[in-house]
């Protein structure tokens, strides 16, 4: 699964990355070495241009803006923990922050967001735990945070859901009466990663974003739901201060020395920041 990852890019740095044409945003994209589900975080998506911006798309399936226009991609700020439409109680998405996508095109909670409301989340790398052989306080293994991210360090894409859901207990003319929410979808992990966890985020290649985003393009994006290709990223040890929502900044993901570590951790690490 995907718990925590970080995201630290600005809002220009990531409309230039993404090509993003319009920045739909109410605060400005902060950095964020530890997010965690429930928290906002920017998501790429495309969708017609914006008329009266209401998000209330539930009638066209989801395409939003002018019924006219064509997709335009946006960079905007999502809550993690998709809600689903037909939701009664938002709280149901502290538990949707994942989509596995073996099932995503199926599954009642997320198969009309994945015809056509598909948005990727831009991230440096991912944070996974790995149990070890020590123990705790009631002799619980005690688990090793790893920061897992491109070898070359650029930004990670993870392939997500987004929904719009109603509030019916705000008015009409409230402009919070919709809430915006995302999942991250996930895969079966790669060889030299499956040692930390049998899954791991769907990443998406620069080449096949357009296909994954336009929502006019499900087939397309049925085509790209495939285990992560080996060898893109890497894995290491960092310190378990991540554990803790609370704590933020750089140097949570940066790596600590192996010869510092038990040898059982040092050797799941497959390399280093570069």
Known sequence: MCGRYASTRDADALAEEFEVVEQVLAAPVEPDWNVAPT???????????????????????????????????????????????????????????????ETVA?????????AKRRCLLPADG??????????????????????????????????????IWRDPARADDDPDRFRWTCTVLTTSATDELGHLHDRMPMT????????????????DARSLLVPAAPGALTAYPVSTAVGNVRNNGPSLVEP???EDVDPEVASQATGGPG
Request: net charge positive; aromatic share 10%; no cysteine.
């Open 204 to 219: 998406v290649a620069r080449e096949s974003w357009g296909a994954w985003l336009d929502p006019t393009r499900e087939e």
């Open 256 to 258: 600590l020395p192996l």
């Open 126 to 163: 991912y944070f996974e735990w790995y149990p070890t052989q020590q123990r705790g306080r009631g002799g619980k293994p005690l688990k090793q945070p790893f920061f897992i991210r491109p070898h070359d360090g650029g930004v990670l894409a993870m392939a997500g859901l987004y929904e």
């Open 39 to 101: 928290k906002p975080v920017p998501a790429i998506v495309e969708r017609p241009p914006r008329g009266d911006d209401s998000g209330d798309d539930r009638a066209d399936g989801g395409a939003g803006g002018r019924a006219d226009a064509g997709p335009q991609r946006q960079l905007r700020t999502l809550t993690w923990g998709l809600v689903p439409f037909w939701a009664k109680d938002p709280g149901i998405g502290s538990r949707m922050i994942n989509a596995r996508t």
């Open 106 to 114: 199926e599954k009642p909670a997320f198969r009309q967001a994945f």
